[in-house]
Every structure is written in C-alpha cells, then in structure tokens.
C-alpha cells in the first residue's frame, strides 16, 4: 500500500501551484514526493471540493480476497476415476 499525506502537508505542496509559483512537477521535486501525478490529483480534488477532496477515501469494508491456494473442490464430472 502507498504512503499516505495529512492534509496539512497536502495544503503545504499546493499552496505555491495555486499561487503559480511552482508546477505541479516542481512541487512534487520540492517535497520529496514520488509522483507528480499524484500532486495533480490533489490539486484537482481540492479544486472541484475544497479540503474535502483532500479527505482519504474511507475503505470499501469488503471482506479479503481468499488467498490464491485455495482451490474450490471439482465437480463429480470433474473427478478422475483411478483404476488399480
């Protein structure tokens, strides 16, 4: 899973954008932050919600995927008949 930001800082690397004193690419170089892309979508959820787009999104609550070795049982169709 990816780091996560407060909003405090979120607010900190897009006040200079929003002033036009750095791009998105700059700002993202400035405070160490791995993805300009992800700069982008801070400034474009703050701009079409305010803070609240800079509000984590909560987890869907789903249940955890089974693991990969789990194997459903064959069918009887399935199920090969070994003759000795």
């Known amino acids: 899973m990816g780091k996560h930001y407060a ?6 690397v897009l006040q200079p954008i929003l002033k036009e ?3 998105i690419r700059e700002a ?9 892309t992800l700069v982008g979508t801070w400034l474009r959820r703050f701009e079409k919600s305010d803070i609240k787009g800079l509000i984590p999104y909560k987890s869907s609550e789903r249940p955890p995927m089974k693991p ?3 194997r459903m049982p064959l069918h009887q169709k399935q199920k090969k008949t070994i003759y000795v």
């Not at 993202?28 to 300009?36: D, K, P, T, V, W």
């Open 68 to 70: 990969k070795y789990a």
């Open 7 to 12: 909003i405090k800082f979120k607010l900190q």
């Open 21 to 23: 004193k750095m791009s």
């Open 28 to 36: 993202a170089r400035f405070y160490n932050i791995s993805s300009g």
